[in-house]
Structures are given as structure tokens and as C-alpha cells.
Nanobody
């Protein structure tokens, strides 16, 4: 089992940057596929990005491609989401997700573990 704790959210202006972090408990972090989802008020939770076990195999939603970068540090048991050129539509609660054994799905159903989320607000 793994516990996920996100941090790094906050208020940022349009065009600004934030880096989210997700710290995972346990000694088996490197065996989990990791990723990020987000959910804006009144909307469904949506996929943002995922990363493979060794930091390769990244995949992004079209809406964030070229602006966001996902990475992981298997020594620190942490996955990151660097968000640049933020837009108002990026405002949401961002959730870290972990999946063991298979590539992280791009749909929220069936995800093994979730963090509690960190709020990102983008001001105009």
C-alpha cells in the first residue's frame, strides 16, 4: 500500500509557473506507475499526465502538452508536475495517482491510490 501527499499548489497569475510535488510513503515507490489528474468545480476528474517506472514513458493530455512536465525521483519517492504558461482553465484541484503493475489509466476509474489533492488557482 502507498500513501500519497501532494504539495505545491497555490495562487498564480496567468502565464506563471508552479511545481507540484507528490510524496509517496513506502519502499516500493519505484514499482508504481504515477500520474496526475485534476478536477475543477462542477467538472469530472480528468487525466493530466503520467510517467513510467523509471521516469520514461511520459504521456500528457493534449490540453497541457508542451506546457507541463512530469518527472519522478525514485530515491526521494516523489513525483513532480512542473506547470508553465498557466491558463485560467488550468485552475483545479490536482490529484496524484499511483498504479501498481500496469500503466496508469487515463480514466479515473480503477486507479489504485489517490492523494487528497492540492488546489491550483490561476488569476487573470
Amino acid at each position: 500500500q502507498v500513501q500519497l501527499v501532494e504539495s505545491g499548489g497555490g495562487l498564480v497569475q496567468v502565464g506563471g509557473s508552479l511545481r507540484l510535488s507528490c510524496a509517496a510513503s513506502g519502499r516500493t515507490f519505484s514499482s508504481y506507475y504515477m500520474g496526475w489528474f485534476r478536477q475543477a468545480p462542477g467538472k469530472e476528474r480528468e487525466f493530466v499526465a503520467r510517467i513510467g517506472l523509471a521516469g520514461r514513458g511520459t504521456y500528457y493530455a493534449d490540453s497541457v502538452k508542451g506546457r507541463f512536465t512530469i518527472s519522478r525521483d525514485n530515491i526521494k519517492n516523489t513525483v513532480y508536475l512542473q506547470m508553465n504558461s498557466l491558463k485560467p482553465e488550468d485552475a483545479a484541484t490536482y490529484y496524484c495517482a499511483a498504479q501498481r503493475g500496469v500503466v496508469l489509466p487515463t480514466r479515473p476509474n480503477g486507479i489504485d491510490y489517490w492523494g487528497k489533492g492540492t488546489l491550483v488557482t490561476v488569476s487573470t
